[in-house]
């Protein structure tokens, strides 16, 4: 099944360096699809590309706050396929701390890499799929993008934009089959908390691969319908 419904179709996996997106592209391109990656480790990005037969003509470092770079890629690969069929933004940056202690600075690269990029992506991708009217986007706002927790004042505000601005591009493709996804997960252990100054038990949230896995299950789902949204939790540690 999974076969049949990737087969041939032309996958962007952005944040392909993540352990999220690096296990959506493994797992998409053994569904013989044709896969495009983008990641900002160049090193990285070129060793998922091998591991996966993905030809390096089709792996792009690339900065989603960067609007030229992005039209720049758009361009690029709509000039070798035409239009993506799937459009995956894994891309994005983590922080929690109190309100007072967070900086200016900080607030605004979340604002940049989670919302403006997560909008350059969509404004220069979109376009090929609202004309053939036909097409899938998947974000990753996280349950901090819909439910807000001590300590993420700065983080929620950028996933709760890409919420919002996600919601409303829904209501302009409404006459088309174009369908955008928003995933929610929770207590994902990746590298989100590296840098993170909180007490929490990794071994009990979700696993990086199981997050990856419930990427490509939304990428196979039929045309008929829409997943609008989905929400994973760890069941030993509810965030909401």
Request: proline content about 3%.
């Amino acid at each position: 099944m999974a076969v049949e419904m990737l087969a041939n179709k032309n996958v962007l996996v952005v944040g392909a360096t993540g352990g999220i997106g690096s296990e959506a592209t493994r797992l998409i391109k053994n569904g013989q699809a044709n896969v495009f990656i983008t990641g900002r480790d160049e090193q990285k990005l070129s060793q998922i590309a091998k591991a996966n037969h993905i030809p390096e003509s089709q792996a792009f470092s690339l900065d989603i706050t960067d609007a030229q770079a992005v039209a720049k890629l758009a361009d690029t690969i709509h000039g070798q396929i035409g239009q993506l069929d799937i459009l995956i933004n894994a891309a994005g940056i983590g922080y929690l701390n109190s309100f007072e202690k967070t900086e200016a600075e900080v607030f605004s690269q979340l604002i940049d890499v989670n919302l403006k990029g997560a909008f350059h992506l969509m404004r220069y991708f979109l376009p090929p799929m609202k004309e053939a009217k036909k097409g899938l986007v998947i974000n990753i706002p996280g349950v901090l993008g819909r439910a807000p927790m001590a300590g993420a004042a700065a983080y929620s505000a950028s996933k709760y934009g890409l919420n919002g601005m996600v919601k409303s591009i829904r209501e302009e493709l409404k006459r088309t089959e174009v369908r955008i996804t928003n995933l929610y997960l929770g207590g994902v252990d990746s590298d989100f908390w590296d840098n993170i100054d909180m007490r929490v038990n990794r071994d009990k949230f979700i696993n990086a691969k199981e997050a990856g896995r419930a990427v490509w299950f939304l990428c196979q789902q039929p045309t008929s319908g829409v997943v609008s949204e989905m929400v994973i939790q760890p069941f030993n540690h509810q965030v909401i």
